[in-house]
């Protein structure tokens, strides 16, 4: 069986728990505490050196980490994938896109509102990563205006990499009012068959 | 034939110019100044609303853009995107772990001392970005103390992905020495057939 290391409040580790669900594929899911330390461990850091969830084991014993790699060994071979090189290619493209234009921007402002005082030091961040995550979601909502998912003309993992923290961006302080498009395609990726909530509780 | 809009000091326009080179494919490239704002004009946000090169034109029309998503497409079919699934999916976990840790620890404090001027103020960015480049540069050693190339087992993109700046690190003020196993491997990769430097000239 498959063993996802995994954190609930990462946006990061439910894509790959709503995609698990979605294939209907069963796994063994093991908490850790970010805050904690609990993924910088040395037990840990053999799984993944990079000190990181989610991280997926494999049957063989074969650690895989970095959301969206998961998201794409997970998919291979399953309506997920986009089918064709350039669909495979422009999943990726968002992918990539939400790995560097739109996760710093979104997910890390939420992390410091949720996780750090709020005296802390980081909250002077929040502006600039704000004002980045609003650029991401306006290249977002371009697409959107013009296409119903991002990639091979229906839903597919690109969609879940950016579902998962632009549907929470409100708990970084980031209006998602000014987004319809991007709006009505949160709306159709939680209508999916087998959408779960960020958190099981 | 393909079109590169591609800027010659970066390293992601560099990954496309090495690969299509390594490809034997011809192409046309277009040179923007990212200095000078030639990446956000309206005419080249219509190209790629994110304003990013490497931006690539293929025959049809379509414009793929993200560094990685670029050497995935051009590799599909080819000896450089590993075989397998887990091959496959172990060379974008390599390559998400470059935009996401690397990219911005190495590539950045390279930008901001070769573009910013002396007395710039993002220069007090740079003690924090060179410390987290170096918790990258320690995981690839790390993976390279034991293997020779960082997916399936041989040359593929996820070495050209995080050769590009790695090997420029010293012009982020970044020391390679500490990581012998990773000078080793920089050597390889040079050595590989149709190797190019990072700038034409």
């Known amino acids: ?27 063994t899911g093991v908490e850790l505490d970010i805050d904690k330390g609990e993924t910088r461990t040395a037990a840990f850091l053999r799984k993944n050196p990079n000190g990181r969830v989610p991280t997926l084991e494999l049957e063989d014993g074969t650690f895989l980490s970095e959301s969206d790699a998961i998201l794409f060994y997970l998919a291979e071979g399953t309506p997920f994938l986009p089918e064709g090189r350039l ?5 990726l493209q968002w992918m990539f896109f939400e790995q560097y234009s739109h996760e710093p921007y979104v997910a890390t402002p939420r992390y410091i509102m949720r996780h750090l005082p709020a005296d802390h030091p980081r909250r002077a961040e929040l502006p600039m990563r704000r004002e980045r995550g609003h650029q991401a979601l306006a290249v977002m909502e371009t697409h959107l205006s013009a296409q119903d998912w ?16 632009t549907h929470v961006a409100d708990e970084a302080g980031i209006d998602l009012a000014p987004y319809p498009a991007l709006g009505r395609w949160l709306a159709r990726v939680a209508a999916r068959p087998g959408h779960i909530p960020i958190t099981r509780g």
């Open 1 to 27: 069986m498959l063993t996802l290391y995994d954190y609930l409040d990462s946006g990061n580790g439910y894509k790959a728990r709503l995609l698990l669900n979605q294939l209907g594929l069963p796994y």
């Open 87 to 91: 669909g495979r290619a422009q999943a």
């Open 150 to 165: 991002f990639a091979g003309g229906r839903y597919s993992i690109a969609d879940i990499a950016l579902y998962a923290y």
